[in-house]
């Protein structure tokens, strides 16, 4: 069985860091792009940025570009997401998303979401 | 502000088919990217509907399905149930901001 699990969130005020993890389980994590997506309390989905297989493409919003950062860590099955300059509309629930395909250009649709990690920019 | 426009709401009565259209332009579905679908329930997290445009993933009933034409896609529903009641999103790749982009969502609603 497929499972993403999401960790890290919680509330930070602003312009401070947090760092957020998917622990991923139930297929081979190596083959395939991961991505993360956010949802603002009562608004629509956003994407916020994806990762390929091997990490050799990855790509983010504008409106987190220069603040976050990907990474993943294929020998531990896990993805995570380095936030820093936190702003309060950063505050969402954040969703770890797995891949169809391995690429990042190629996106096939993600297939599988975790159940999200709630970040609260607030002061 | 997404790049991909949907309705806001569509609604229709049980039986009944209803369409929900994406709307990009020439860097995202125009250019050829794929468009996929997702529907969300109501405190759930969203769920694969249609991959790569038109493509059901196992267990999708085939009451859905998507297609694409030009610059825009979109997402039928045939024989409305009331378990359809949900948010519904577009998503494609847009090469002028360099990543991926969701539809502004559109509410789906059983009467």
């Known amino acids: 069985e497929v499972q993403l699990v999401e960790s890290g969130g919680g509330l930070a005020q602003p312009g401070r860091s947090l760092r957020l993890s998917c622990a991923a389980s139930?297929?081979?994590?190596?083959?395939?792009?991961m991505h993360w997506v956010r949802q603002a309390p009562g608004k629509g989905l956003e994407w916020v940025s994806g990762?390929?297989?091997?990490?050799?493409?990855?790509g983010y919003a504008d409106s987190v570009r220069g603040r976050f950062s990907i990474s993943r860590d294929n020998a531990k099955n896990s993805l995570y997401l380095q936030m820093n300059s936190l702003r309060a509309e950063d505050t969402a629930l954040y969703y770890c998303?797995?891949?169809?395909?391995?690429?990042?250009?190629?996106?096939?649709?993600?297939?599988?979401w975790g159940q999200g990690t709630l970040v609260t920019v607030s002061s | 502000q997404s790049v991909l426009t949907q309705p806001p709401s569509v609604s229709g009565a049980p039986g009944q088919r209803v369409t929900i259209s994406c709307t990009g332009s020439?860097?995202?579905?125009?250019?050829?990217?794929?468009v996929h679908w997702y529907q969300q329930l109501p405190g759930a997290a969203p769920q694969l509907l249609i991959h790569v445009n038109s493509n059901r993933p196992s267990g999708v009933p085939d009451r859905f399905s998507g297609s694409k034409s030009g610059t825009s896609a979109s997402l039928a529903i045939t024989g409305l149930q009331a378990e359809d009641e949900a948010d519904y999103y577009c998503q494609s790749y847009d090469s002028s901001l360099s990543g991926y982009v969701f539809g502004t969502g559109t509410k789906v609603t059983v009467l």
């Open positions: 998303a797995k891949d169809i395909r391995a690429g990042y250009y190629d996106s096939g649709g993600y297939n599988y």
């Open positions: 990762i390929s297989w091997n990490s050799g493409s990855l």
């Open positions: 139930g297929f081979t994590f190596d083959d395939h792009a």
């Open positions: 020439g860097s995202n579905i125009g250019a050829g990217y794929d």
